[in-house]
């Protein structure tokens, strides 16, 4: 906490973090944009960060002091959205905002998501009970 005990420096994506500490719970970003992911090899509850400083992991919306692996983000955004379950049936890429998924994709039935580049918020997140969705918009910063 407050940037005090052991301490890792990251300068590049890193799936696996538990050999440097067993805690995290504060954070440095001094350049560029990174996801924290709270398991090995980029799983579990995902943490967007901007440059600017962590002293707790509240500070960052996190749920516990674990953090297990990161990687720097670049920017580019890109998901495809399916109309079955198996990532089958009818498909669309997506790269930027979607306002109308139901305009554009002519179905309001998408029962899976490819995310190949990109953060993209997941229903449980914004406090949804349900994965069913009318729009798509990138998360692009954090206020």
Not at 52 to 68: K, L, M, S, T, V
Not at 112 to 141: A, K, Q
Request: proline share 3%; net charge negative.
């Amino acid at each position: 906490m407050n940037f005090q005990g052991r301490h890792y420096e990251c300068n590049s994506d890193c799936p696996e973090m538990q050999n440097h500490f067993s805690r995290c719970n504060s954070i440095r970003v001094d350049s560029g944009c990174w996801v924290a992911y709270e398991k090995p090899n980029y799983g579990g509850y995902q943490y967007m960060l901007h440059k600017g400083e962590y002293p707790d992991y509240q500070r960052w919306a996190g749920f516990n002091d674990c953090i297990r692996s990161c990687r720097m983000y670049n920017g580019n955004y890109r998901m495809k959205i399916f109309e079955r379950s198996d990532f089958g049936g009818q498909n669309m890429e997506l790269m930027d905002d979607c306002p109308d998924l139901n305009e554009r994709f002519h179905t309001r039935d998408i029962s899976s998501v490819n995310v190949m580049e990109g953060y993209w918020m997941r229903h449980h997140e914004w406090g949804s009970n349900s994965p069913t969705f009318g729009s798509l918009r990138r998360v692009t910063e954090l206020n």
